[in-house]
């Protein structure tokens, strides 16, 4: 499978409906998700991103200040090869809620979730051929940081299954990365469980040793605070690789 084919049969859901409160000091009206990232909205970035391992297929799960990404949209700056459907909650739903509203437009039998304020330059092929080896139902994109004080970590077996997540605490650690692959019956079961938290409703409740963990050697950043939407630029143009 080549890189630009990995997503070709895969709808992507963006989850994009925060109210982002902990930057609103610093983006003011600007939803997160078009929070400028060197002279371009992020979501230009990660669309792009997407879009070079095959993606045909965007949903967007947008909320507050949906109607500045739709304007966004308008504009032509989204990469020209994706099919990109908007679809806006009437109330905040949560990350699950949101994949719940708009499920009846994920189409395919797998379905990518990423969350719309992070990016981890991760091989997406490897991470779906992870996901089809190990039979299981729903994946997670995980990475290795030097701080997990902010996100937590993931404690995963030798079988490569995730055990549980565990509360942040200073160091560093291996981290849920928010890139998902799930089946379309895993999606199904979160519409009926009514959740709210992706994270806590979800995949905090399954089971251990349900969740395949694929552990990627990938730069993260997550543009939630100030400090590191500062620091994304290096992440998303290459900068951290050099």
Not at 7 to 30: F, N, P, S
């Amino acid at each position: 499978m080549r890189p630009d084919e990995a997503l070709a049969d895969i709808d992507v859901a963006v989850l994009a409906g925060g109210l982002g409160t902990r930057i609103r000091g610093v983006l003011g009206d600007t939803p997160k998700v078009l929070a400028p990232v060197a002279g371009r909205a992020f979501l230009g970035h990660l669309l792009d991103y997407l879009s070079a391992y095959g993606t045909r297929r965007v949903v967007l799960c947008l909320g507050h200040l949906a109607d500045r990404v739709t304007a966004w949209l308008a504009q032509g700056d989204a990469n020209g090869t994706l099919d990109v459907v908007c679809q806006i909650e009437p109330r905040p739903l949560g990350t699950a809620g949101a994949l719940g509203y708009v499920r009846k437009e994920l189409r395919s039998g797998t379905v990518l979730v990423v969350n719309g304020d992070t990016f981890v330059d991760a091989d997406l092929r490897a991470f779906v051929a992870s996901h089809r080896l190990s039979g299981a139902d729903a994946s997670v994109l995980c990475v290795q940081v030097e701080d997990a004080s902010r996100f937590g970590r993931v404690e995963i077996g030798p079988d490569s299954r995730i055990r549980s997540f565990v509360e942040k605490a200073p160091g560093s650690g291996t981290i849920n990365a928010g890139v998902y692959l799930f089946s379309g019956a895993f999606l199904d079961r979160l519409v009926a469980s009514g959740a709210t938290s992706l994270e806590r409703d979800v995949l905090e409740k399954v089971p251990p040793g349900t969740l395949n963990a694929h552990v990627a050697k990938a730069h993260f950043i997550d543009i939630g605070t100030p400090e590191s939407l500062a620091a994304a630029a290096r992440v998303i143009v290459g900068g951290a690789n050099s």
